[in-house]
């Protein structure tokens, strides 16, 4: 039996029921380094397989194979169906056979972060990442602007890293061609761990940012507004 299990921020708290069980009914937690990190203080009885960056096709091939004869959870940040492991687990299933494998879902941290900052996500959202690592810039571009010419709340993940400085930047500078400088925005540091923190500020301020890739970028519509010190963007319901 495979779980692919999101476990959220990474915090206790911040994990679903299911997510739980599912840890605990499991022989082997496998995940990338910095999750097993994570979740091994909370499981210290529990056997631990991990690896790094850029090796999911290798955790998921072992996952499925250990899922033939033992219970295995393979841990996804957020939610394992968002730019997690759940498909890839399907495009491989067959290649095992007597794997039974279940999703476990997870809080993605675009509903964590929206949290903290208010109710950013109350109307049509949009999610997309800037990391190129999979997907063709010219796709990202074409996804910013149509998001951003639609009218929907755009949450960014991975934001910016050592490689990508000015990615956060150059995806404003899209949007600022369908929204105001002062569109209302915020980013999140940090969810669920040590150091969290967010900011509501501009569109135009976004644009100056140092975000890293445990950042997430909220970029409001047309109606969202700040109410005392949170990002909230309002759904439409009639006031008495």
């Known amino acids: 039996m495979l779980y692919i299990v999101g476990i959220g ?3 206790r708290d911040c994990m679903t029921a299911a ?7 499991s022989d ?30 290798e955790r998921v ?10 219970t295995v959870s393979l841990i996804c940040s957020g939610d394992p169906e968002l730019y ?44 997309i990442s800037l990391s190129d690592l999979l997907t063709p810039m010219e796709k990202i571009v074409h996804r910013l602007r149509c998001a951003a010419d639609g009218d929907f709340v755009i949450v960014l993940y991975n934001p ?13 500078d899209i949007i600022l061609k369908y929204r105001s400088p002062e569109t209302v925005c915020g980013y999140v540091r940090n969810i669920g761990r040590e150091g969290e923190s967010y900011q509501i500020c501009s569109l ?18 047309s109606e969202t507004k700040k109410i005392g010190e949170k990002m909230v963007t309002p759904r439409g319901y009639p006031h008495a």
């Open 160 to 172: 910016s890293s050592k490689t990508r400085k000015d990615y956060l930047r150059n995806a404003c």
């Open 28 to 57: 082997f937690i496998i995940g990338y380094k910095t999750y097993t990190a994570l979740m091994k203080p909370f499981f210290p009885q529990k056997s631990f397989l991990e690896s790094g960056m850029r090796q999911e096709t």
């Open 84 to 127: 997690g492991m759940a498909a890839l687990a399907y495009e491989y299933l067959e290649e095992y056979p007597g794997t039974e494998l279940e999703v476990v879902p997870g809080v993605t941290a675009a509903f964590s972060g929206g949290a903290l900052l208010g109710a950013p996500l109350t109307h049509d959202t949009v999610i």
């Open 61 to 70: 091939r072992l996952s499925l194979q250990y899922g033939q004869t033992q």
């Open 204 to 221: 135009a301020e976004l644009r100056n940012v140092q975000a890293d890739m445990f950042t997430t970028v909220y970029i409001g519509n």
């Open 19 to 25: 997510a739980e069980k599912a840890l605990m009914q």
């Open 9 to 11: 921020s990474g915090a």
